[in-house]
């Protein structure tokens, strides 16, 4: 399994961001994915999680209704749009996946998964 992302870039508050990551070495519908968030000197997040099981896709309080995360299983790529950031947005972004979970173990203990991207950087400023 192979996780890369990209996308991450410098942005005022209020701007948007489309961040990618390409997969590779596994079928999709058979692992759940989820974007994590690590801002400096505090703990990594998870944001949003689509399920291997259902599909359902979950998002934090804290991003719901300013993200979407979606799939292109013709490209095997998944994405995470980012829309009205914010500065506290501010953090490395990865994604990860792991076929033996579910949304609700991937989003509140991560380091179940793992297979994980190198991360991507995102500064928003104001």
């Known amino acids: 399994v192979q996780l890369v992302e990209s996308g991450g870039a410098s942005v005022q508050a209020g701007g948007s961001l489309n961040l990618s990551c390409a997969a590779s070495?596994?079928?999709?519908?058979?692992?759940?994915i989820g974007w994590f968030r690590q801002a400096p000197g505090k703990e990594r997040e998870g944001i949003s999680c689509?399920?291997?099981?259902?599909?359902?896709?979950y998002y934090a309080d804290s991003v719901k209704g300013r993200f979407t995360f979606y799939s292109d299983i013709a490209k095997s790529t998944v994405y995470l749009q980012m829309n009205s950031l914010k500065p506290e947005d501010t953090a490395v972004y990865y994604c990860?996946?792991?076929?033996?979970?579910?949304?609700?173990?991937?989003?509140?203990?991560?380091?179940?998964?793992?297979?994980w991207g190198q991360g991507t950087q995102v500064t928003v400023s104001s």
């Open positions: 990860a996946a792991e076929a033996g979970v579910n949304c609700a173990v991937a989003i509140t203990a991560f380091q179940a998964l793992r297979s």
């Open positions: 070495g596994f079928t999709f519908d058979d692992y759940t």
């Open positions: 689509i399920d291997k099981h259902n599909r359902g896709t």
